[in-house]
């Protein structure tokens, strides 16, 4: 403000100033303070600046969301100020600080949450650390080697809300923003499966393993499968699934078996799924419950029905038949042997093997539509069990697999096998066998080795070794024979060959062509032939006049 704006105050009266005698004298200056009544230039920058925090804290005051405790097992790569909360790579809140618990048994991370990430406070909301990890799934998190761990979130849907979470150590397989359905499957164990390990459909990959968990009283195992969309509509009510992990390789009595899926499934494990026949029944809803089969072919089998154990007795040895071999009728499998042993008859002063098989009858009997026949009674089965014993019905074990020695059990006719009832009220029910061909002809190879020890080897021995000295002696003899023919006999020989020879020599000159007597033998031979001529013609004429024997030849007529 400069001094002409300032306001002038009104002068005061004149003071007499007092006179010298070299002239008047100077009237004495007035001193008057300045009146300091607006504020000065400096203060207004801290005036704006406190106007400026005032207005951000009230803008991150609004802004800020609430408050709330994850526990996690240890505090890795997370740090306070820095580390993030993200959904869906958005940024939903910020750490804040990080406390060891008081009984040190894990971590307290005080996080805070954005405005509008209100919605995670949800009672049933997750979170995990995400960092990078390797699992059956594949490898996750690679982004956070650069940028750092964050904490994911899954929001929840419940309606009440919580201060406080506890983190997962695992990141969750599916979220609640996933399409898809998930299903329970119901197994004995595990195997080689993981959460992640994949579901697949005709051998597309089409969901994971979500989650499993023992049963409440520990005798086998649920699982959690998610099955994506639109895949999950392949899911039906008569849709079977099972374990296509690994390699499924099995040598049985049947020969060599050899099943595989994908090379991952092969490393990785895995399930699949698909409906007998290729026929889906009716969609399967949410949370559905299935059994979970350990190979295809157990989960493509028809429904057995209800079974029948057997008992059998064999009187030969039980090497290379075990528990699981089948049971098959004229090739049809209708059942599995359940359990062998050995027990001595103490009536008998025997032992025998006892051989416990469970049977379906149910595999032999043909249905034209489902639930077209009622399904027999034990009675029933019990009865047509005894008809069949009467026809010739028996056990017999037979060779399945040469090169492994496996044998199975076979049921058939044999109408020449011995009578035998059937006691239906026991139970196991007790069936008659017959001994296999292999033992019989073992049998028939033993009672020949028999025979063949009581033949006198050692006296043969003996006798053969004397015919073989008279032999000796014989050769000796004949040797000397054959000798003193060539001394004495030979010359003869040889003289008697000499005649020969010039007989011989006197044969060829007499038969040869040229010869004397083969001269008159040509002649003595066409006299002949006209001597047949004459009496050729004689013979005819006697034909023609039989009469000329008595009368004569009667003259020519001229």
């Known amino acids: 403000m400069s001094e002409e704006d300032q306001p002038q105050e009104r002068p005061a009266a004149p003071t007499p100033t007092p006179t010298s005698a070299a002239g008047p004298a100077l009237p004495k200056p007035r001193v008057t303070r300045r009146r300091e009544w607006l504020p000065s230039l400096i203060w207004l920058i801290p005036i704006v600046a406190a106007l400026v925090g005032i207005t951000l804290v009230a803008r991150i005051l609004m802004e800020r969301g609430p408050e709330v405790v994850l526990t996690f097992k240890t505090a890795e790569g997370l740090e306070a100020g820095k580390t993030a909360v993200k959904y869906k790579d958005v940024q939903i809140g910020l750490v804040t600080h990080l406390r060891l618990a008081r009984d040190r048994s894990h971590v307290r991370v005080l996080v805070q949450f954005n405005k509008d990430a209100e919605g995670f406070t949800a009672s049933d909301s997750r979170f995990w650390v995400v960092r990078p990890r390797l699992d059956t799934s594949g490898i996750s998190g690679l982004n956070t080697l650069l940028s750092g761990a964050y904490i994911g979130a899954d929001a929840g849907v419940?309606?009440?809300?919580?201060?406080?979470?506890?983190?997962?150590?695992?990141?969750?397989?599916?979220?609640?923003?996933?399409?898809?359905?998930?299903?329970?499957?119901?197994?004995?164990?595990?195997?080689?499966?993981?959460?992640?390990?994949?579901?697949?459909?005709?051998?597309v990959k089409v969901g994971q393993v979500a989650a499993y968990e023992l049963d409440g009283d520990g005798r086998g195992v649920t699982m959690r499968v998610f099955v994506n969309a639109p895949y999950d509509k392949f899911v039906g009510m008569n849709t079977r699934f099972w374990q296509a992990s690994g390699i499924d390789a099995q040598l049985s009595a049947s020969g060599f078996t050899l099943r595989t899926q994908s090379l991952a499934t092969i490393l990785l494990g895995g399930i699949a799924?698909?409906?007998?026949?290729?026929?889906?029944?009716?969609?399967?809803?949410?949370?559905?419950?299935?059994?979970?089969?350990?190979?295809?072919?157990?989960?493509?089998?028809?429904?057995?029905?209800?079974?029948?154990?057997?008992?059998?007795?064999?009187?030969?040895?039980?090497?290379?038949?075990?528990?699981?071999?089948?049971?098959?009728?004229r090739g049809v499998v209708i059942g599995e042997v359940k359990s062998i042993g050995v027990e001595f008859d103490r009536a008998e002063r025997e032992f025998r093997?006892?051989?416990?098989?469970?049977?379906?009858?149910?595999?032999?009997?043909?249905?034209?539509?489902?639930?077209?026949?009622?399904p027999e009674t034990r009675a029933t089965q019990q009865e047509r069990l005894r008809f069949l014993a009467e026809k010739g019905l028996r056990a017999q074990l037979r060779n399945g697999n040469l090169l492994t020695g496996q044998v199975y059990v076979a049921l058939d006719f044999f109408p020449k096998a011995p009578g035998a009832k059937v006691d239906v009220?026991?139970?196991?029910?007790?069936?008659?066998?017959?001994?296999?061909?292999?033992?019989?002809?073992?049998?028939?190879?033993?009672?020949?080795?028999?025979?063949?020890?009581?033949?006198?080897?050692?006296?043969?021995?003996?006798?053969?070794?004397?015919?073989?000295?008279?032999?000796?002696?014989?050769?000796?003899?004949?040797?000397?024979?054959?000798?003193?023919?060539?001394?004495?006999?030979?010359?003869?020989?040889?003289?008697?060959?000499?005649?020969?020879?010039?007989?011989?020599?006197?044969?060829?000159?007499t038969l040869a062509d040229d010869s004397p007597l083969q001269q008159d033998m040509r002649q003595t031979l066409q006299e002949l032939t006209r001597a047949a001529g004459s009496v050729r013609v004689l013979t005819d004429y006697l034909e023609r006049h039989p009469e000329s024997l008595l009368r004569g030849k009667p003259d020519d007529k001229k």
């Open 158 to 203: 419940s309606k009440e809300t919580a201060g406080e979470f506890t983190g997962l150590e695992t990141p969750p397989i599916v979220t609640r923003d996933d399409s898809g359905k998930q299903f329970l499957l119901r197994a004995n164990d595990v195997g080689s499966l993981d959460v992640g390990s994949p579901v697949y459909y005709r051998r």
């Open 273 to 329: 799924f698909q409906a007998p026949e290729g026929v889906m029944g009716p969609v399967a809803k949410e949370n559905a419950s299935f059994t979970l089969a350990q190979d295809e072919a157990t989960a493509m089998k028809e429904p057995d029905g209800p079974s029948q154990t057997l008992l059998m007795y064999f009187n030969q040895s039980l090497r290379g038949l075990a528990p699981g071999a089948p049971v098959d009728f």
């Open 353 to 374: 093997m006892p051989v416990l098989v469970q049977v379906y009858p149910d595999r032999l009997r043909r249905r034209e539509t489902a639930g077209a026949e009622q």
């Open 425 to 509: 009220t026991k139970n196991p029910i007790e069936l008659a066998t017959v001994p296999n061909s292999l033992d019989e002809i073992q049998s028939q190879v033993q009672e020949i080795a028999t025979k063949l020890n009581k033949v006198p080897y050692e006296q043969i021995a003996t006798d053969l070794r004397t015919t073989l000295a008279t032999l000796n002696k014989t050769l000796t003899a004949a040797e000397q024979t054959v000798n003193r023919i060539n001394s004495d006999v030979t010359p003869e020989l040889a003289a008697a060959m000499k005649d020969v020879r010039k007989t011989v020599n006197t044969a060829e000159r």
